[in-house]
């Protein structure tokens, strides 16, 4: 089991979401195995207007579970790899069971795709990692 940082918007709090990027109808969850280049993401996406995330470590394992129940894709980041987010982002960060998803090149999970049983689950799975 290793040791990854992933971005989290309003972490421990009830509106939390994971950073993902969108490609094409895929969304994509950034594991990086550095926290100095996930805190040089995150301070990219602050560049960009983008609300500011919280670096916050996981084991690695625990995402791509997560990634596999959510049917998300996930991509390393390599120590010392620059990654550089997309120029669009998504207006909107707030979301909820009622709301329609955001539509951009960067964005949130949706609810739509999972239970708001297993979206409780998995929540309490990250709170306890911490």
């Keep these: 089991m290793s040791k990854i940082y992933v971005l989290l918007f309003n972490a421990r709090t009830e509106n939390e979401g994971i950073h993902t990027v969108q490609m094409g109808d895929r969304n994509k969850i950034l594991m990086f195995e550095s926290e100095d280049d996930a805190l040089r ?5 602050e560049a960009q207007d983008f609300p500011t995330p919280t670096v916050e470590p996981f084991d690695a394992d625990e995402i791509e579970e997560f990634c596999r129940q959510a049917d998300y894709d996930w991509e390393l980041i390599a120590a010392g790899e620059l990654a550089i987010p997309p120029e669009q982002n ?3 960060v ?5 709301e ?3 539509k951009a090149t960067e964005s949130e999970p949706t609810a739509s795709e999972m239970s708001s049983e297993q979206l409780e689950q998995m929540r ?6 911490l």
């Excluded at 993401?41 to 996406?45: G, K, S, T, V």
């Excluded at 309490?124 to 990692?129: A, P, S, T, V």
Aim: charged share 35%; no cysteine; net charge negative.
């Design 41 to 45: 993401y995150a301070l990219l996406l």
């Design 90 to 92: 998504v207006e909107d």
């Design 94 to 98: 707030n979301w909820g069971e009622e």
């Design 100 to 102: 329609e998803p955001p």
């Design 124 to 129: 309490r799975k990250f709170e306890g990692l």
